[in-house]
């Protein structure tokens, strides 16, 4: 078979090898490298990976070949967890988050999530496409070449529709891969406030089979947390969603405990993410039911909150994937990069555990493991060139951008760290 082309000495190639399900306990920390190594790539996947020169393909004259340097290779980040399509900003909130009002306080007085609601409402789709494409870049500079994205900042059909439109639109022109979730159970409008129940009934009967018809989302997720939506209401509207094919996640025990990991288990989630304060328990109904721990460490750094405890998780063959919850209000940054660091200081995660949770686990958790998550033959040729020594400097010195190159689908999307894709 001739090959398109071959990125050679690598000076590390990580490859986060898929064990045929996601990674738990002492497997968290285990990362196959290959030094000095090769990648060949043909119709932008990954046909044979090895060390030196060695190639068992064939190369000729047609073959490009691309001298990675030394520099240290890993899969593209995968970002699962975004709130990537929204209208405004809330800066507007930082102060008064500063002087300690709580996050679900701020959505109670009508700002937070209801304050990005108005501003979606009154962006148009460009602007919102727009400005999601600017945050698209900025993942992708920073090594992220997949990620999903939630609606949620619609709470009516036409603006959950219009941000789901965006949000598919732009997973097809820009080079990042994008998984959609209605996150249609975000918040409760005002005029509900008191009685939840029309507005779940519009959210299940309507808006849900609408978004499922025109193939706008695979996953459906509910913010599950004391003053929004309760466990009860949780799980009707993801019983339902299941029942109309969705796959499912939740945002779980963020704030207080409710039972959220529990639930979960109890429904066979994909993920359940947050869990800052979920039980012992919960986790291990988690563990027993292969539900994937998505840890959001930016948005505890951002609240000042406490770290999930990821080591107890870890401790209970509970699978862990980290990713940002890019979001204005809880975690307004796209560097996912960071949010790995958090994972080592905040999380005590190791490096390895780190690397593991943003690429193979993280593909499992929005189902596209058997095309990203790892460096292996038959995979999406979709990686990056660290400019660093070892995966340990990665994650110890913070706060920069250490992506050199990114390759999505086998094509040079990012050099020197800017995007150099043909502008869409
Ligand atoms: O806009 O505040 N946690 N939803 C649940 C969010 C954060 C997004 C937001
Ligand atoms: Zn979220």
Known sequence: MRVDMVIK??????????LGRPKVGKEMNELEIIEDAYIAIKDGEIIEIGKNDDYKLIINSYTKI????????????????????????????FSKKLSGVPYIEI????????????????SSEEKLYDKAKKSLDRMLEFGVTTAEAKSGYGLELETELKQLKVANKLGKDHPVDLVHTFLGAHAIPMEYKENHQPFIDIIVDEMMPKVKNLGLAEFCDVFCEDGVFSIEETEYILSKAKEMGYKLKIHADEIVSLGGAELAGKLQCISADHLM???????KIM???????????????????AYADARGMIDL??????????NPGSCPSENLQFVMQLGCLGLKMTPNEVLNAVTINAAYCIDREKSVGS??????????LFDVPNVEYLMYHFGINHVHKVYKDGVLVVDNKRVIYNNI
Do not use: M, W
Request: charged residues 20%; hydrophobic residues 35%.
């Open 375 to 384: 460096i292996e033959v038959g995979k999406k040729a979709d990686f990056v």
């Open 66 to 93: 691309e001298d990675a340097k030394g520099l240290l290779a890993t899969p593209g980040l995968i970002d699962s967890h975004t709130h990537l399509v929204h209208g405004g900003s809330r800066e507007n909130e």
């Open 287 to 305: 563990a027993q039911n292969n539900v994937i721990a998505n840890i959001l460490p930016g948005t505890s750094f951002n609240l000042n909150k």
């Open 107 to 122: 959505l109670n007085q009508g700002g937070g999530i209801l304050s990005t609601v108005n501003s979606t409402k009154e």
């Open 317 to 326: 063959n509970v699978a862990v994937s980290l990713s940002s919850d890019y």
């Open 277 to 283: 304060a979920a039980s012992k328990d919960g986790l």
């Open 9 to 18: 000495n690598i000076g590390s190639l990580v490859t986060c090898k898929d």
